[in-house]
């Protein structure tokens, strides 16, 4: 199984600190999807990265996939309370024997910005 | 875009009762769907992947015969906790694979439902 490791777990900060998501893998990936997860609704695609080295924004998110597309990266700059919620790493590969694709997660980070 | 809409959002079931729970999706059509289970501040995992037409496909220590799963249409599948007991209170989410731009597939998410067991 090709995990993906994620950190930090979790993250508590106040409104307008910066921080950053850790996505890391032992393996490489042909490309890497992230989502934002808020309370009781499922999660919401925000990006997928392709290229090694490749840097994506939406708005104050900025992503980055690794030179050697095993790692990635979510920096959110001056975090505000809207931005709460779970933030997953995921990769999309085609299952074993068949023609399907399925989704695997990180273990997500949560993140609480507090007023 | 492509919406999953799922039913309910949330049930409260005595134990040894089933539960179904509804995935549709609305403005295309959905070969495969995907079922998810998720605790409390933890992340999604994959329980099984519904096929339209045909057999689903269960991940590795998710029972089949307690979680029945149907995908009848090209736009509903369905999953059945069959006699459900309090450990099968949890968030229970479907999704579908789609293609977002040009060349890249994402995935879109049901809402959702929170099934408590009492």
């Known amino acids: 199984t090709q995990l993906l490791e994620q950190s930090p777990q979790f993250l508590s900060i106040q409104e307008g600190e910066n921080l950053t998501v850790y996505c890391n893998s032992s393996s490489v990936f042909s490309s890497l999807q992230w989502y934002r997860q808020e309370p009781g609704e499922g999660p919401v695609l925000l990006v997928t990265?392709?290229?090694?080295?490749e840097v994506k924004k939406l708005k104050r998110l900025t992503f980055q996939f690794g030179d050697a597309r095993k790692d990635s990266s979510l920096h959110i700059t001056a975090a505000q309370p809207g931005d709460t919620g779970l933030y997953l790493c995921a990769r999309d590969t085609r299952a074993s024997g068949g023609s399907n694709y399925k989704l695997t997660f990180g273990k997500g980070t949560l993140l609480t910005v507090n007023p | 875009g492509a919406v999953v809409s799922q039913h309910p959002s949330w049930v409260i079931c005595k134990s040894g009762t089933s539960v179904k729970i509804e995935c549709r999706s609305l403005?295309?059509?959905?070969?495969?769907m995907f079922w998810y289970r998720q605790f409390p501040k933890q992340s999604l995992m994959l329980m099984a992947t519904?096929?339209?037409?045909?057999?689903?496909?269960?991940e590795q220590g998710v029972e089949k015969d307690k979680f029945l799963i149907n995908h009848a249409s090209l736009t509903l599948s369905t999953l059945t906790v069959t006699s459900a007991h309090p450990e099968d209170s949890s968030f229970y989410i479907c999704s579908a694979r789609v293609l977002v731009r040009t060349q890249n597939y994402g995935y879109t998410f049901g809402s959702g439902t929170r099934l408590t067991v009492v």
């Open positions: 990265v392709v290229t090694g080295g």
């Open positions: 403005d295309f059509q959905a070969t495969t």
């Open positions: 519904s096929n339209e037409g045909s057999k689903a496909t269960y």
